[in-house]
């Protein structure tokens, strides 16, 4: 490890050295070597040789002790070091360099996940400027970078992407795209799967990443905040244990905190839903009255990440996410076909990975994300090492979910939808074989095990398009007709 201090250069004629000032610094020196000694007997490490010869100032012995607190062999004496770090405001643009040029990538990621943490110590980690020519077409980057998503789920393909400098491009892209919120998110999409891989961590901590999402966890767009309080979260060995893959979002807490956390609540979405929009209070009044938004300006709160989180602060929330197209025609990917009991599978896996089931846990679902839900728990059942996800679900919160199918697919609401009809589509047929399966199975399953059900039944119409307005999931469809707590929401 490299480290810097930062001195005065002074005259070399020994004849300008022997004032009154030479006499302080020297006496000055005197001193801080003797504290920095007996520092080093208390904290029981041996006593730096640099330390013995260079000259500096009363005022950098703060900065140096933490940073040795923070390489100490206890883990409890390293994040207090950090929490030293994160809550002191006061010191100089030099202190703070010394920090981000001498901490470790431990040290550094607590302090990105800090939330009193000062921005400008992932100021001055790197700093450095980039040059490009014109920009290239954002949408064919788009294309190819969804491409390089599916690429970094692979841990052997994360590994090409690191070697061929992938990091470095990545950010100059990130950079460039600043205005536009889209392919940022990608890119960090990217960046998150690649921090599940440890044997990476080094790379992305010395390619400049930690800063940026430093920076990114404070903004007040909270997409943008997510993405990067996933990628630190998978950074942080230090105080997270679990590992976000792609699409498993914690809208709180997203910095490192003291609160125990004692459930977790998992949000997640329905047909052409998404981990924040769904859960928003309504579009925006601009965006109805006028001409269509771009991204989350377009919504207003997510209540979970701001209602829920301060009524509940000792709660985990996550919000999943993941793909659904009405069409065949508008998926991106035709040929990547999900049945809802591929999608089940894949997601249940990556929750456990999460750790949900290690605490209480309660499920809240829309429309055919209560499906999912269901078919989950159900795969969990049957799974000895998922038995810790059916052993803590306390409670089901089901908001208008088909539970015996929807007329959807039979509307022909553009020529396209009905001639490339999308899987999901499929089945959520009325009165789906498969659904009926499904349903029967849960009911038993959950009277079985006294889970808490309670469904929420939607009254209003829903516009499709801008033509036609129905009730994608009639009153007779979304009621469980069984145990559950039913409420009817005008909505």
Known sequence: MKSYIYVHTVSLDKGENHGIAWQARKELHKAVRKVLATSAKILRNPFADPF???DIEDHECAVWLLLRKSKSDDKTTRLEAVREMSETHHWHDYQYRIIAQACDPKTLIGLARSEESDLQISFFLVKQKYYFGEVPSATVEMFCLEAIVKHSEISTHCDKIEANGGLQLLQRLYRLHKDCPKVQRNIMRVIGNMALNEHLHSSIVRSGWVSIMAEAMKSPHIMES???????????????????QDGVYVLHPQYRTSQPIKADVLFIHGLMGAAFKTWRQQDSEQAVIEKPMEDEDRYTTCWPKTWLAKDCPALRIISVEYDTSLSDW????????????????ELLRKLRAAGVGD???VWISHSMGGLLVKKMLLEASMKPEMSTVINNTRGIIFYSVPHHGS?????????RYLLFPSLEVKELSKDSP?????????????????????NFVETLPTYIGSMIKLHVVPVESAGIHSFETCWLLDA
Request: aromatic share 8%; with cysteine.
């Open 330 to 345: 508008r998926a991106r990917c035709p040929m990547e076909r999900k049945s809802i009991a591929f999608r089940s599978n």
């Open 52 to 54: 013995s010869t260079v």
């Open 359 to 361: 605490r209480p846990v």
């Open 434 to 454: 498969a659904l009926k399966t499904l349903q029967d199975d849960f009911l038993e399953f959950a009277k079985d095990k006294n889970f808490q059900v309670l």
């Open 407 to 415: 007329r959807l697919a039979e509307y022909s609401v553009n020529i």
């Open 226 to 244: 997510s993405h990067a309080a996933r990628i630190l979260a998978n950074l942080d060995r230090e105080t997270v244990q679990e590992k976000y």
